[in-house]
């Protein structure tokens, strides 16, 4: 079974500001992803960003990086420069073969 | 390019009644998925589809509920005998098997369903 915990329901940060979401994970299963969601009001589950198991590089998509730490099983993403836009619930998931496994979720707040 | 789509985006049900949920995936998708959500919660598995193949299917996927994709495109999944216990988000997603990102799920906007 896989799991994922995230442990600050919210964050609050000053926009142009640096933030980081905890993610922690625990699998059985030698290889696997390590994805990020972003699901504002709305309701629409948005990628923004994906870790393999065996990459040695920290993935990163523009203002998007994740902190990918395998010995301590996390996977933490980092928003460079916030922006007003980035406020949403943001999920951290694991993905093995068929489906993935969610956290439950942090609430980003970002303030002018 | 469009995204996975779901119709209806909002749906108020009687308890008892059966509701059924759409989804288009993205076109060149084989996968297509089915999470649930409730408040406070991420999304949960529910069941997935390899082209028109059901191959997986979750605990929480009761009798009441069933899934298809008869074709392997569109997929409609069907609650039966409804309970305000499935009032929830259902969100429906795609992916394509292969490439560097070859298990990225792409979710559609989802369909809330209410239970009254």
């Known amino acids: 079974a896989q799991k994922i915990t995230q442990t600050q329901p919210g964050m609050f940060v000053q926009e142009k500001e640096a933030v980081t979401l905890d993610c922690t994970y625990d699998?059985?299963?030698?290889?696997?992803?390590l994805f990020w969601y972003k699901q504002p009001s709305s309701g629409e589950m948005i990628f923004l960003i994906y870790?393999?198991?065996?990459?040695?590089q920290n993935a990163t998509e523009g203002r998007y990086s994740l902190n990918f730490q395998k010995a301590r099983k996390s996977a933490n993403l980092v928003i460079s420069a916030s922006q007003l836009g980035d406020s949403a619930m943001y999920f951290c998931?694991?993905?093995?073969?068929?489906?993935?496994?969610f956290g439950k979720g942090t609430m980003l707040l970002v303030s002018p | 390019d469009t995204g996975v789509s779901q119709n209806p985006r909002h749906k108020i049900t009687k308890r008892g009644q059966n509701v059924t949920f759409r989804c288009d995936p993205i076109?060149?998708?084989?996968?297509l998925y089915w999470y649930r959500q409730t408040l406070g919660q991420g999304p949960e598995f529910l069941t997935y589809?390899?082209?028109?193949?059901?191959?997986?299917k979750s605990r929480l996927l009761s009798d009441r509920f069933s899934a298809e994709r008869p074709k392997g495109s569109f997929s409609t999944l069907e609650i039966q005998r409804t309970e305000q216990g499935d009032s929830a988000m259902y969100l429906c997603?795609?992916?394509?098997?292969?490439?560097?990102?070859?298990?990225?799920?792409?979710f559609g906007e989802g369909s809330w369903l209410t239970v009254v």
């Open positions: 997603a795609s992916s394509f098997r292969g490439g560097m990102l070859g298990n990225t799920i792409y």
């Open positions: 699998t059985s299963d030698p290889s696997y992803g």
């Open positions: 870790q393999g198991s065996y990459d040695q």
């Open positions: 998931a694991i993905g093995g073969y068929s489906t993935l496994t």
């Open positions: 076109s060149e998708h084989n996968r």
């Open positions: 589809f390899q082209n028109e193949a059901q191959l997986e």
